[in-house]
């Protein structure tokens, strides 16, 4: 069952009570959405399963995900994309991602998806200097700063956005595998709290990001380290030796920025509906389905 619509519909919003009256609540819980890898997971996903290939197709995909979880109760949601691939960690470490290899066809849906998601009247943060996981965890800290917010959903599965899990107030939700990850759920996966993600990224090393991490330092060896010693800056010298100076580096690159000022107030992230230039939008996306349930869901707020 995809957690999307599963997750907010068993989780608290304002109900009716039993005399009919609406029971306000002061709580919110606020969806912080990968738009990156939602727009991978669609286009790579149509190709899986269709041999029509919609230019904007993915697009689509992502947009339908955020309507979904407004139609299950989502009041608060907002997007993070990369509008470049490269950052400031392109400058750190010459191996970092970058957006070469990623197909034309995808690469052309980056900025559509952003001007898509402003005219649905979602709040979206494109990211230059940063990158979309940077505004992810700085608006995972800003939210979770708002006494009236009950809780922070991250919705995306990479492993560096563990670090921002607190408690059960700030979650990690992946789709891909169904699993909401608490500070429980991490140190079950990792071996770590979450504030030590970082050091255990930087010495396991990170595929996706492009940095190697430590020779012969796998997951278990990772987590028995830092279990016995805690941050790489409290290592022995000689247990990384000649290669510590990596291993800060990589935890650089590692730890997610949590200073970004995405908004002064977790009100700016209440969907309130589409602007007029929604239309146009749709006529490019080529999906009027998708029109009529987003003006179901305006008719409704």
């Not at 809780?151 to 921002?164: E, N, R």
């Not at 010495?203 to 016995?228: E, F, H, M, N, S």
């Amino acid at each position: 069952m995809d957690p999307t619509h599963d997750y907010v519909q068993r989780h608290p919003y304002p109900r009716n009570d039993s005399s009919g009256t609406l029971a306000v609540r002061h709580e919110m819980i606020v969806h912080l959405i990968d738009g990156t890898y939602e727009l991978f997971r669609h286009f790579y996903g149509i190709r899986r399963g269709s041999k029509i290939d919609p230019p904007m197709g993915a697009v689509a995909g992502v947009l339908t995900t955020v309507v979904q979880m407004l139609e299950g109760g989502a009041t608060h949601v907002a997007v993070a994309t990369d509008h470049v691939i490269e950052s400031f960690r392109n400058d750190l470490w010459p191996g970092y991602k970058t957006g070469q290899g990623i197909e034309r066809a995808l690469w052309a849906q980056f900025h559509p998806l952003e001007d898509a998601l402003y005219a649905m009247g979602v709040a979206t943060w494109p990211m230059v200097e940063l990158e979309a996981d940077d505004a992810l965890a700085s608006g995972a800290f800003l939210a979770a700063r708002d006494e009236r917010v009950e809780k922070v959903c991250i919705w995306t599965p990479d492993k560096d956005l563990a670090q921002c899990v607190v408690g059960e107030r700030v979650v990690q939700m992946d789709r891909r595998s169904g699993k909401i990850r608490d500070d429980r759920g991490v140190r079950e996966k990792f071996g770590v709290a979450p504030a030590l993600i970082p050091d255990y990224l930087a010495l396991v090393g990170d595929a996706a990001d492009g940095y190697p991490g430590i020779a012969r330092c796998g997951p278990k060896t990772a987590a028995r380290l830092i279990t016995q010693y805690g941050p790489i800056e409290k290592f022995p010298a000689a247990v990384l030796a000649d290669q510590m100076q990596h291993a800060l580096l990589f935890k650089n690159l590692a730890t997610l920025r949590i200073d970004a000022p995405l908004f002064r107030d977790v009100d700016e992230l209440r969907w309130s509906g589409p602007s007029p230039a929604f239309a146009s939008s749709l006529e490019r996306i080529g999906d009027e389905r998708l029109g009529a349930r987003v003006r179901d869901l305006a008719e409704c707020h």
